[in-house]
């Protein structure tokens, strides 16, 4: 790809900068810390940030004016600049939509029911199966596409929906492809254990065996995940199954991930000893574990569009988490059957209105907290200098507005590595 002009963003009416001196995951009053610039500027050159400030100083600057020819400015007047948001907990490899079970459950029947009738994750698998890499390859970067039109710059992406060692390897290849043909940075995560396959029903400890000894190791040889996740859950699987996983994924260098306490209650304390990148869902988080969560750097992911989706009243209980000290992140769940949206600014939304967050710890959740869910914080998150050149430019003089539009996006321009959105895709597509 050729190597883009220096990019100057100027007049930025509210730049959302995030900075602050503590690099751990932000907890308690520093969730809602933004570092509002007020006409600020960022510069970025060879797809990093190298300065961020004032419009006044940025147009000081001996470089700037030196360069000025040379620069692509953006002039943000009347909008707010925010680090690219970080979906750090999606589903996008899977051949169509679920539409059997939004019906089912638009007449009444449960998850539990729909899966039980054959519906739910294991409706996902024939269509896996059957498809070519080429085909969940180009599923997934459209996908990829979607998340980022709507100011994603990061997403987490997990297989789950093969269930077979040929079909979940075939899906983290088409992660892979599509990663490679996407400008923004994808985490892939190996979801074999999303739930058992049918034909494994009588013969658990099998499907367990083909997951330790047959998907990770390979997965882990290709170097196709950077993650193990586990959907821990009555009808899914154990603590002790999970303990199985886990500890051969510690064994082939993968990080742990868990689906848990979505529909049920589960013990942390058995996975937290794992140390875990993140616990997702957490609907059901009993109170005796929150103080160990507060004091440990696993990430808590909570996902209110699976919850809006499945008509549920329960959300994760936000307030008692952040006031315990637990570190919070916010991702879209993006899948077919029960959170199918690519949108951070509807899950902003639904963590001000349904688990009581302010729109200030939703921005906070959705950018650095999911950067250190997926252990990127290093580069991802906020904006300053030496991190990587991610923004989203949303037509709102308020950040708050980004939250209260709901079912809208207002997102103008997406930034990746200091190109713009629509000059990266026609990029790829040469």
């Known amino acids: 790809m050729k190597q883009e002009s220096p990019l100057l963003l100027t007049n930025i009416g509210q730049l959302l900068t995030l900075r602050r001196e503590d690099g751990g995951p932000r ?38 004016r030196q360069h000025k020819r040379k620069l692509q400015e953006i002039d943000c007047t009347g909008k707010v600049v925010l680090p690219g948001f ?19 459950r638009g007449a009444g029947a449960s998850y539990e ?14 269509g896996v199966r059957k498809a070519t890499v080429a085909e969940l390859t180009r599923t997934t970067l459209d996908n990829f596409y979607r998340m980022a039109a709507q100011g994603t710059t990061t997403v987490e992406a997990k297989s789950g929906y093969g269930l077979s060692v040929e079909a979940e390897l075939k899906s983290l290849e088409a992660i892979d492809r599509a990663a490679k043909l996407f400008p923004g940075t994808v985490a892939p995560t190996l979801l074999g254990a999303h739930v058992v396959p049918p034909e494994y029903r009588e013969d658990r400890a099998e499907y367990v065996r083909l997951i330790c000894e047959e998907m990770i190791p390979q997965a882990d040889d290709r170097q196709l995940a950077w993650f193990v996740d586990v ?14 996983i886990f500890t051969a994924a510690w064994q082939h260098n993968l990080v742990a991930r868990v689906h848990a306490c979505q529909l049920s209650p589960a013990s942390l304390h058995e996975l937290l000893k794992f140390n875990p990148a993140s616990v997702d869902h957490l609907d059901c988080v009993m109170d005796e ?29 936000a307030r008692k988490l952040i006031e315990t000290g637990v570190a919070v992140a916010l991702a879209t769940d993006f899948n077919p059957g029960t959170a199918p949206t690519p949108s951070m600014s509807f899950v902003l939304s639904l963590a001000a209105t349904q688990m009581k967050m302010t729109v200030a710890e939703g921005v906070v959740a959705a950018t650095i907290n999911g950067a250190h869910a997926l252990n990127l914080a290093e580069r991802k998150g906020t904006i300053e200098a030496g991190k990587d050149a991610d923004l989203a430019i949303f037509d ?15 997102c103008e321009t997406v930034i990746i590595a200091g190109a713009p959105l629509a000059k990266a895709r026609a990029a790829a597509k040469r």
């Open 86 to 104: 970080v979906d750090s907990h999606t589903h996008p490899v899977f051949a169509a939509p679920r539409l059997v079970d939004f019906e089912k």
């Open 289 to 317: 574990d929150l103080p160990e969560l507060a004091q440990v750097s696993t990430v808590a992911t909570l996902l209110p569009a699976a919850n809006y989706f499945l008509g549920l009243k329960k959300y994760a209980p």
């Open 396 to 410: 709102v003089e308020d950040y708050r507005e980004i939250a209260y539009w709901f079912g809208e996006n207002r």
């Open 27 to 64: 907890r308690g009053p520093a969730l809602g810390e933004l570092g509002i610039i007020e006409d600020g500027a960022v510069l970025c050159a060879a797809g990093k940030i190298v300065s961020v400030g004032t419009t006044a100083e940025a147009v000081r600057d001996p470089w700037v």
């Open 231 to 244: 959907f821990c859950e009555n009808g899914a699987f154990t603590l002790e199954e999970a303990d199985q």
């Open 113 to 126: 029911e729909i899966a039980a009738a054959g519906g739910g994750i294991r409706s996902s698998i024939d």
